[in-house]
């Protein structure tokens, strides 16, 4: 019974040793809030993809990302920068982990920009890994002040392909807040299309889309409808109700599932966990403002 798996790190760089025991444990750290997170997800497990949203270093998050995914029990794929703010020191990443039993077949994102009518254009690029994907850079056109979409699509054994993707949107603008989270319909519709002579994807089941929106759920969204669910409870406090400190659900799920589940996926069952939900005032606020979310796909 696979599931699917996000966290936004919180401007996560990899280089801070009390945060990275509180994620992934080590020395007096015990196993750390992610091993927790696993533990709870329990029988409805293994985790078979994972999204880590808000990494601001692709380098020195590495060997962090790399313990999360273990934690979690899977491998860590590599990271793909999602978009860049006008004037800031480099880009944004979202970190993929993939369960061994899953076959990667490859590694998209799909981009922001103004079109030649002054409308918003989108740009879908694809490679065959996380790495061979961010080494293409920025497409020409591309707008800052986005954050695209990072995905990846591998094969669910016995099933089939599935794309699964991952989304940080921005929630200072909130202009560019509101118009991406417009447009999630097209960017699930992307997901393993053809893109950079890369031919699109064969065989693809459902399509599913987990992250921090900053905006509440909208069911449905080109048909594609919501799925959400906050912690049963808040061991490390903040407000109730939602995913995030301040009790807002912005940490939820899309998927293709409007109606009869393919054979061999259920209709997707989400669930949130506060492990991870750690933020001032609570000192020292090591982890995020955002909680775990999970989606059983089978």
């Known amino acids: 019974m696979p599931v699917l798996f996000h966290q936004n ?7 801070a040793g009390p945060r990275n025991t509180a994620y992934f444990g080590g020395g007096a750290g015990g196993a750390g809030a992610l091993a927790a997170v696993a533990a709870g ?11 880590f949203t808000e990494i601001v270093n692709n380098l020195a998050s590495v060997a962090g990302l790399t313990a999360c995914c273990a934690s979690l029990g899977i491998h860590f794929a ?8 006008a004037l800031a020191r480099g880009p944004e990443y979202i970190g993929l982990g993939v369960n061994a039993a899953w076959p990667l077949l490859t590694v998209g994102r799909v981009l922001f920009g103004r079109g030649a009518g ?3 254009q989108l740009f879908h690029q694809r490679a065959a890994t996380a790495g ?26 016995g099933v089939g392909n599935v794309a ?35 031919g699109a994807v ?21 048909g594609f409808p919501a799925h959400s669910a906050v912690p049963a409870a808040y061991p490390h406090g903040g407000v109730p109700g939602g995913t995030t400190w301040s009790g807002n659900t912005y940490d939820y799920w899309y998927s293709s599932i409007a ?18 939900l750690d933020k001032p005032p609570r000192a020292p606020g090591l982890m995020s403002d955002h909680a775990a979310v999970t989606l059983q796909i089978s």
Do not use: E, K, W
Request: hydrophobic share 50%; aromatic share 8%.
């Open 9 to 15: 790190m919180r401007t996560y760089g990899g280089a």
């Open 41 to 51: 997800v329990g029988g409805a497990g293994p985790v078979a993809v994972a999204g």
């Open 78 to 85: 590599g990271s793909v920068a999602c978009g860049i703010t």
């Open 118 to 120: 002054g409308g918003m």
């Open 132 to 157: 061979a994907l961010d080494a293409l850079g920025f497409p020409f056109g591309m707008s800052a002040d986005y954050r695209g979409l990072v995905y990846l699509v591998a094969t669910h054994p």
């Open 164 to 198: 699964v993707g991952f989304l940080h949107n921005l929630f200072t603008l909130q202009a560019q807040r509101i118009l991406v989270a417009g447009q999630l319909g097209n960017l699930m519709n992307a997901m393993g299309a053809a893109a950079g002579g890369l």
């Open 202 to 222: 064969a065989g693809i089941v459902a399509r599913y889309v987990g992250g921090d929106f900053n905006v509440a759920p909208l069911d449905p969204r080109g």
């Open 259 to 276: 109606g009869a589940a393919p054979a061999g996926l259920v209709a997707p069952v989400p669930a949130a966990y506060a492990d991870t």
